[in-house]
Nanobody, 121 residues
Framework: QVQLVESGGGLVQPGGSLKLSCAAS????????MGWYRQAPGKQRELVAR???????NYADSVKGRFTISRDNAENTVYLQMNSLKPEDTAVYYC???????????????WGQGTRVTVSS
């Protein structure tokens, strides 16, 4: 079994900051890319940021310069530092990870349960 558990969401005023964390646990042989996605009400889930095992990153244009993704490979954890938050950042944020459970398993994508971020005054 593999679990991804997110934390750090909440209510914040426009211009504020939040840091999301996502820890992977269970039967894990290796983790490739990790990422954060979000889904606002009535909209499709979209990629926010992604980071490879080696630390290469890419971001959605809407968050460039405001959000920073990072990871701790020793702790199987990915983070999303969100600064200068805007009301349009309001969404449920999900982490994902490409995980191999053993050398004999192919890589599968696993998802967390989501954490809600609300940006409002």
């Amino acid at each position: 079994q593999v679990q991804l558990v997110e934390s750090g969401g909440g209510l914040v005023q426009p211009g504020g900051s939040l840091k999301l964390s996502c820890a992977a646990s269970g039967s894990i042989f290796s983790i490739n890319a990790m990422g954060w996605y979000r889904q606002a009400p009535g909209k499709q889930r979209e990629l926010v940021a992604r980071i490879t095992f080696g630390g290469n990153t890419n971001y959605a244009d809407s968050v460039k310069g405001r959000f920073t993704i990072s990871r701790d490979n020793a702790e199987n954890t990915v983070y999303l530092q969100m600064n200068s938050l805007k009301p349009e950042d309001t969404a449920v944020y999900y982490c994902s990870a490409g995980i191999r459970r053993s050398p004999d398993f192919y890589e599968n994508t696993y998802w967390g349960q989501g954490t809600r971020v609300t940006v409002s005054s």
